[in-house]
């Protein structure tokens, strides 16, 4: 969910509020109509709109849509989605929600990249809502849902519900505008987890490729990076994207949140992340990212990097060497069995017990059995024997049986951390693909809804 307001409400950068440029706002509303972008399947004809009599728009846009908000009206439209109307009034107070996430005052420039992408979001929350209640006839977002999760945010922020909303309010917008997204929100997670949960599968070789990916990423340097991602796939676009760049580039050096700023303008799947990829190689890089982060020292934030897709900024947030498999910390567990039955019983046990979180009850239901905590024990500082047999098992698999001083054992590693990195569960990796896959899927989905949908922007 973009909600960054809340992300600076705890960072406390709503000590100011950023607001729209009104003239900015009101050279958009004397701005001709452009042509109707409709679907192949609309036949709905253009209202007759008039550049220089606002009365005249407002009158074409309730004749479109067949009941217009008065106040709407008044305001004049700024986008008609499916014969929805986006005013001018809704585009403002969510640019200047948008603009809390750089605090301060911001430049003409800055204004109206937010107010770009304050319509863009409103369009994209008309097309959300409108597929919800088509799919979903008999049931609506209550306002009961919307609450919750405004109080859940102002909980975060150690702070109330009311409180978080006046606060908002006393900033010159509309609480409406934070109600309106975040019952987008919930209705299109509603939507998209019941349309592709059960048609996502991971499989076993692909969380089994992600787990040697990353061991062998291990030996390699590793760079902590998060990314800006402006979509421009041809020369001219791309010229506008590096303007936007230097735009939001100009703003984070001025001290706007890096997270804050790509939740809300980036087009990378990272972006619900704050940008954030994490440690990754340069064999996971881009060419162009690579060639500009290898010569850089952290932490630093690099200049536009133009790419064949459009236009990247990128935070190098740390860099680490390429660390020994020998040096890693192992937190382990260790099932141990004693006497003429101490394989049988480790067999059985090995075979039950899935995790290290199942060890505990493996043991209590076997008196026969004894389990033993490790934590951050050095892989180096073990037997041979024992060095063997933990150095090729994942984080929550299990050694084979080995022989240990009077008894047998199995060892399960719960976490493995080489260089300062911890290898990932395999549940962890399956939740990570898991949810790339879903938003690759909501992202496709809703660019086909808004190809097929009937936009008039104004």
């Known amino acids: 969910m973009k909600l960054s307001i809340a992300t600076c409400l705890a960072a406390g950068l709503l000590a100011s509020s950023a607001a729209l440029s009104q003239a900015s706002l009101a050279q958009e509303a004397a701005r001709a109509p452009v042509a109707e972008i409709p679907s192949a399947k609309s036949q709905t004809p253009p209202p007759v709109t008039d550049a220089n009599n606002g009365a005249s ?10 009941v217009a908000d008065r106040s709407q009206a008044v305001d004049g439209v700024a986008v008609l989605v499916n014969d929805e109307v986006i005013s001018y009034s809704d585009v403002k107070n969510r640019a200047k929600l948008i603009l809390l996430s750089f605090g301060g005052k911001v430049d003409d420039a800055t204004a109206k990249e937010a107010q770009q992408r304050a319509i863009e979001s409103l369009i994209e929350e008309k097309v ?12 609506d977002i209550s306002e009961e849902e919307i609450d919750d999760e405004l109080a859940g945010i102002a909980k975060q922020n150690n702070t109330t519900k009311d409180k978080f909303v006046a606060d908002i309010a006393a900033r010159g917008i509309n609480p409406q505008t934070l109600r309106d997204q975040i ?38 340097p590793q760079y902590r990076l998060a990314e800006i991602f402006l979509y421009a796939p041809d020369v001219e676009s791309r010229k506008n994207a590096l303007q936007r760049a230097a735009t939001l580039q100009s703003q984070i050096e001025k001290g706007a949140p890096f997270e804050m700023v ?7 799947p990272s972006a619900s992340a704050g940008g954030d990829l994490g440690w990754i190689t340069q064999a996971d890089m881009r060419p162009e990212i690579e060639a500009a982060v290898v010569k850089a020292k952290p932490p630093t934030f690099l200049p536009p990097i133009e790419t064949e897709g459009g236009v990247y900024l990128i935070a190098l947030l740390g860099k680490r060497e390429a660390a020994n498999p020998d040096e890693a910390k192992l937190s382990l567990k260790q099932i141990v069995a004693r006497g003429d039955g101490a394989e049988a019983l480790l067999k059985i ?6 995790s290290c979180d199942e060890v505990a009850k493996t043991v209590s239901d076997n008196p026969g059995l004894t389990a033993i905590d490790l934590n951050d024990v050095a892989l180096d500082g073990m037997s041979d024997t024992i060095r063997a047999a933990l150095k090729p098992v994942e984080v929550g698999g ?27 569960t395999r549940e962890q990796v399956k939740a990570k693909l898991f949810d790339t896959e879903i938003t690759m899927l909501a992202d496709r ?9 009937t936009i008039i922007r104004r």
């Open 57 to 66: 728009v407002a009158a074409a846009a309730s004749a479109s849509k067949g």
């Open 128 to 139: 959300q809502l409108k597929e919800f209640h088509k799919l979903s006839p008999d049931h």
């Open 398 to 424: 299990s050694t084979d049986i080995i022989d240990v001083t009077n008894g047998k054992a199995v060892l399960f590693v719960c976490k493995r951390t080489t260089g300062g990195a911890a290898m990932p």
């Open 349 to 354: 046990a090995k075979a039950r017990t899935k």
């Open 262 to 268: 790509a939740q809300q303008f980036s087009a990378a």
């Open 183 to 220: 019952k987008a929100d919930i209705a299109w997670q509603n939507l998209v987890r019941g349309r592709f949960r059960n048609d996502v599968r991971v499989s076993d070789l692909r969380i089994n490729e992600m787990m040697t990916r990353f061991k062998e990423s291990l030996d390699k």
């Open 445 to 453: 989905y809703l660019r086909d809804l808004k190809r097929e949908a």
